[in-house]
């Protein structure tokens, strides 16, 4: 349940008013006065199941008035308590955040700044001394940060809505995030000295079968609790699907000259990289998340084929990878 709060200009609160109405607001009433400039506000309160028709209803109306604002609000608890009528429609409804919401709350994860590269030095850090220590809690300390799930999640969701720019931001965070954890463990394995017989290490040495099952299954779970809202589930996913380990893996080996291990490693990292945003995109795809406009879905299209095509041939190179690694 949110609020959708409406600042527009008077001649247009009527059809606003209607909007709701059309859309199943629940409720909708005005707020204050008209300012200066003739504006008045607005509030419609929606549920999750009609809350993006709404939003798009209201940005088809007034997505070229340059005095009209959308803010969404959220709502704790509304009383007295609603009667869900239609019950078939409530289980068939995507529910959870909009398009808007998720673009707002991703989006932001995949700027590449200074806070960003400071969370990958800090945690590359803390990896690699959890990883030659042989200490668990501190791999897993390492895991819960997990800055480099963000941009891998945008670039998910940029390929579902056909956005360049986003996508661009992303894969050059992703890259940047990478290539700094991977700089700073290989320094740290050519100063330290490594305990080979480290279980955390040889443990992302290795790739099978179940590491791809256990990407897949995660990266699934990140978006699906992204789109449900339930962003509490996303602290044991960045566990599952943490990226950082293996990179200061891949580091560390090569530091120590251990390049079969080394291999070993990028090949884990290479197939969390391709589940992740494999999954993310398909969950994208079934949560209905999808532009507004057709010249908008028009080019989604587009984008969303190259996309899949790149991850899952990507994909079948890793598992042949995979299989020819285990026989030779």
Request: glycine share 8%; net charge neutral; aromatic share 4%.
């Amino acid at each position: 349940m949110k609020i959708i709060e409406i600042i527009t200009h008077r001649d247009h609160i009527s059809s606003v008013e209607n909007i709701g109405k059309q859309h199943g607001a629940v409720d909708q009433w005005y707020v204050g006065s008209e300012d200066k400039e003739g504006r008045q506000a607005m509030r419609l309160l929606v549920d999750d199941n009609h809350r993006q028709a709404v939003m798009d209803a209201l940005q088809n109306f007034l997505g070229t008035q340059d005095t009209t604002r959308l803010v969404v609000i959220p709502v704790e608890v509304t009383l007295p308590e609603m009667e869900v009528e239609d019950k078939e429609k409530e289980k068939t409804s995507a529910g959870g955040a909009t398009r808007e919401e998720l673009y707002q709350s991703i989006s932001k994860n995949a700027e590449l700044n200074s806070n960003f590269l400071l969370l990958v030095f800090l945690s590359t850090i803390v990896a690699a001394i959890g990883l030659i220590e042989n200490n668990v809690a501190v791999v897993v300390g390492a895991m819960v940060i997990a800055p480099l799930l963000g941009p891998n999640i945008a670039l998910a969701l940029a390929a579902t809505l056909g956005d360049t720019p986003l996508m661009w931001t992303s894969l050059k965070t992703n890259l940047a995030g990478l290539g700094l954890a991977l700089s700073i463990s290989l320094i740290i394995g050519l100063l330290l000295p490594i305990d080979l017989n480290s279980q955390e290490l040889l443990s992302r040495s290795y790739v099978g079968i179940d590491s791809v099952v256990l990407a897949l299954a995660s990266g699934a779970a990140a978006v699906l609790s992204l789109t449900t809202g339930l962003s509490s589930v996303l602290v044991g996913v960045m566990v599952a699907v943490a990226l950082l380990p293996p990179t200061a893996t891949v580091g560390l080996m090569l530091g120590s000259g251990q390049l079969e291990s080394a291999f070993g490693a990028a090949l884990l990292l290479a197939v969390n990289i391709v589940c992740i945003n494999l999954a993310a995109k398909t969950v994208f795809l079934i949560r209905g998340v999808k532009p507004r406009t057709w010249l908008e879905k028009r080019k989604a299209k587009q984008s969303i084929v190259t996309y899949m095509v790149f991850w899952i041939l990507s994909l079948l190179v890793l598992l042949i990878a995979i299989y020819l690694r285990g026989r030779f």
